[in-house]
């Protein structure tokens, strides 16, 4: 398997599929490639169609064309896109995660000046799992009387293994001190069992790196009452999906809260928030979500250096620039403005 945290050559210029998105999409899209564009990362943008400009344009939500491009470069930047509902569309960011065997969600979280949050200085990393565990369509059903329900929860070694050396091998590529395998062994002890085998077994790989065993809801109360104890948590896929969701909550709610979903082949680095069609077209949709996923771009192509240069950045403009920064963040600014401020301190 190929781990893809590390491009092989940042020499060679890459090309990258850029998917807009709907709703506010394209306006936090061109704000986050200015701002690629005044760092000077050397990467091609190839424009594709996805959501609702490609229902429009193909009368599909994802055109094989576009799916073809990401396959292609490996890497994709996607806006927010909007899944019609009540159409019997089924959602694109699950289409694409099926698509590609992106089985790695990778949110992190961490502290920025001048948000609604109860906590600084917090700095860490959820890796969850994505393909399996609790989420899956087979295996649900309910009874003809409709009295009982039942699903089932398929956990792989494989599927383990993968998922604990991602979050190990991007402990070691970030420097990081301590890997937190969430887990609810002690009752599901079959399938949360075989997880934290496999964590175990894996950890051996990378003594440098501590692991930590932690009870999910143990695990909830920790973060709630301190979370600064955190630095990577990896764990199977409905935990994940929770605790992940948590810790946004920790740094202040969505509006700065990246998230990427990675396979062994294909890396599509996204804003966790949707497509905000309440505020679309106003000009006034804050950015900082899609430019911290471009960052972990960044990283992934082996560019972190300029990855920090945006976070760094974007810290800075929140801290000393609030004329600059949206209103969600209590700013008197717009998309244009915070890309402006941004634009500059990159720069300097
Ligand atoms: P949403 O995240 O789009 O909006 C929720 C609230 O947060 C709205 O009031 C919105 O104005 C605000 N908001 C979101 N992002 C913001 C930003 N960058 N700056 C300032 N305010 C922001 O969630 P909602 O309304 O549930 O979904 C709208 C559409 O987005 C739906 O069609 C949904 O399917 C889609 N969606 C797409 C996602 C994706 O492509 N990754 C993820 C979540 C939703
Ligand atoms: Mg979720």
Do not use: W
């Amino acid at each position: 398997m190929r781990h893809t945290i590390h491009h092989e050559d940042p020499q060679v210029s890459q090309t990258i599929a850029v998917l807009k998105g709907d709703g506010i999409g394209p306006e936090i899209m061109e704000a986050t490639l200015r701002v690629l564009d005044a760092l000077n990362c050397d990467l091609t943008y190839e424009f594709h169609d996805a959501g609702l400009a490609a229902l429009d344009a193909h009368g599909t939500l994802v055109p094989p064309e576009t799916l073809a491009a990401i396959e292609k470069h490996g890497v994709a930047l996607k806006g927010p896109l909007t899944t019609p509902i009540g159409e019997g569309f089924s959602s694109i960011n699950v289409q694409l995660r099926r698509h590609f065997d992106l089985y790695a969600n990778v949110r992190p979280a961490i502290s920025f000046p001048g948000t609604r949050s109860r906590y600084d200085d917090i700095d860490l990393i959820t890796v969850r799992e994505n393909t399996e565990g609790a989420y899956l369509v087979e295996g649900q059903s309910l009874s003809e009387d409709g009295e009982t329900a039942l699903s089932s929860i398929r956990v792989t070694r494989s599927g383990s293994e993968r998922i604990v050396r991602y979050a190990f091998e991007l402990a070691r590529q970030r420097g990081r001190q301590k890997v937190t395998a969430v887990h609810k062994a002690n009752i599901i002890k079959t399938s949360s069992g075989l997880f934290l085998e496999v964590a175990r077994k894996v950890a051996r790989d990378y003594p440098e790196i501590e692991l930590e065993e932690m009870i999910v809801d143990n695990a909830c109360m920790q973060l709630v009452m301190n979370p600064n104890q955190f630095d990577v948590i990896v764990t199977t896929n409905l935990f994940g999906d929770i605790l992940s969701d948590l810790c946004a909550g920790l740094v202040g709610g969505l509006g700065l809260a990246p998230g990427s979903n990675i396979g062994s082949e294909v890396a599509i680095f996204e804003a966790v928030h949707g497509s905000a069609p309440d505020i679309a077209g106003k000009r006034i949709a804050n950015p900082c979500a899609l430019l911290l996923a471009a960052a972990d771009m960044l990283d992934h192509l082996g560019m972190a250096e300029k990855g920090a240069k945006i976070r760094g950045g974007i810290r800075e403009v929140l801290e000393n620039d609030r004329e600059q920064v949206t209103p969600d963040m209590g700013g008197s600014g717009n998309t244009d403005t915070f890309a402006d401020a941004l634009v500059k301190v990159v720069q300097s």
